[in-house]
């Protein structure tokens, strides 16, 4: 059964950082996309980072040079390193499966105010 541990989020400043880390279990991680996505109050949940089994990185528009995602694969984590953040990055975060695996995390919540 796969699970799926989000962790590292908070609240932060506009402008500030923030590191998330995702574990998981149940699958065989060095073969799978993986990617982080978000979901807003009243939003559809969105993918923003994904990264193939090969290293390859995509992103949305909206995080394009702000975030890096990247994988350990001995450690079977995926961690999305997030610079600049805006408010409008305020959601909760989840990792997964791009396309996504039949169960999800609890997510972390990301918070950017002052």
């Known amino acids: 059964q796969v699970q799926l541990v989000e962790s590292g989020g908070g609240l932060v400043q506009p402008g500030g950082s923030l590191k998330l880390s995702c574990a998981a279990s149940?699958?065989?991680?060095?073969?799978?996309?993986m990617g982080w996505y978000r979901q807003a109050p009243g939003k559809q949940r969105e993918l923003v980072a994904r990264?193939?089994?090969?290293?390859?990185?995509n992103y949305s528009e909206s995080v394009k040079g702000r975030f890096t995602i990247y994988r350990d694969n001995a450690g079977d984590t995926v961690t999305l390193q997030m610079n600049s953040l805006r408010p409008d990055d305020t959601a909760v975060y989840f990792c997964?499966?791009?396309?996504?695996?039949?169960?999800w995390g609890q997510g972390t919540r990301v918070t950017v105010s002052s």
């Open positions: 997964n499966g791009d396309p996504p695996f039949g169960s």
């Open positions: 990264i193939t089994s090969d290293f390859i990185t």
């Open positions: 149940g699958i065989i991680f060095r073969t799978r996309t």
